[in-house]
């Protein structure tokens, strides 16, 4: 089974700090993703990335960086939190960069920022 | 428009009754669809994808019409583990090949006894 494991389940951050959000998938997936989930806005996509060392923005990725330094592992940055950025994350990978297969999603990264 | 739009819900049934979701999606050149389902406090994870001549799996089908850029999904004798929200997924292409999934807001279903 795929198995996508983010670092932390929840996280409480203040205002100003730089966080890191870190994922890891094990089958050797090309395409990694992070989202976040907010009531009533559904998944929005941050940025994801195709390849070691490339990313692309999605739809919000105002606030946010990330880094892929290896295949396996995404990491999602935010390099000053703010108390708008207090959602769920989630992290997911899939098999290729087409967007026509699968994507496995970690269990989720609940931030709060104070 | 909205890439990819979903009734949110709630829809509150009874055990054994048959639900039907529609979705609606905007971008013409999508062409990977899937339903995928969220329990309360965890992450998505796939249902089914849905093909053009339309596919089933069990108790769920799941059709397609590109003409009308429209996807349902249909669920029959309905049960109670069957409460989740249920994510209409829609793949957008970048430039060349590369693409990412565009998620709908979901919408709720709750199975009563």
């Known amino acids: 089974d795929v198995k996508v494991t983010q670092s932390s389940r929840y996280l409480v951050k203040r205002t100003g700090e730089k966080v890191f959000l870190e994922c890891v998938q094990d089958m050797d997936h090309e395409n990694m993703f992070w989202y976040r989930q907010d009531p009533g806005l559904g998944l929005r996509l941050i940025y994801f990335?195709?390849?070691?060392?490339?990313?692309e923005k999605g739809d919000i990725p105002e606030g946010y960086s990330v880094s892929r330094e290896k295949k396996e592992r995404f990491s999602l940055i935010l390099e000053s939190a703010s108390t708008n950025q207090t959602s769920m994350y989630l992290c997911?990978?899939?098999?290729?960069?087409?967007?026509?297969?699968?994507?496995?999603f970690g269990q989720g990264t609940r931030l709060t920022v104070v | 428009r909205k890439e990819v739009e979903q009734d949110p819900g709630p829809f509150n049934v009874p055990e054994g009754a048959t639900v039907a979701f529609n979705c609606t999606y905007s971008n013409s050149a999508s062409q990977s669809f899937f339903w995928y389902r969220q329990d309360c406090r965890k992450e998505p994870k796939l249902l089914m994808s849905v093909y053009s001549s339309g596919n089933e799996d069990g108790r769920f089908t799941a059709q397609l019409n590109r003409a009308s850029q429209y996807i349902s999904l249909l669920i029959r004798d309905s049960k109670l583990s069957d409460s989740a929200t249920y994510l209409c997924v829609v793949n957008n292409r970048y430039g060349g090949s590369q693409g990412n999934l565009i998620f709908g807001k979901g919408t709720k279903l709750s199975v009563k006894p």
């Open positions: 990335s195709y390849d070691v060392k490339m990313k």
């Open positions: 997911a990978s899939s098999l290729d960069g087409t967007g026509t297969t699968e994507a496995f």
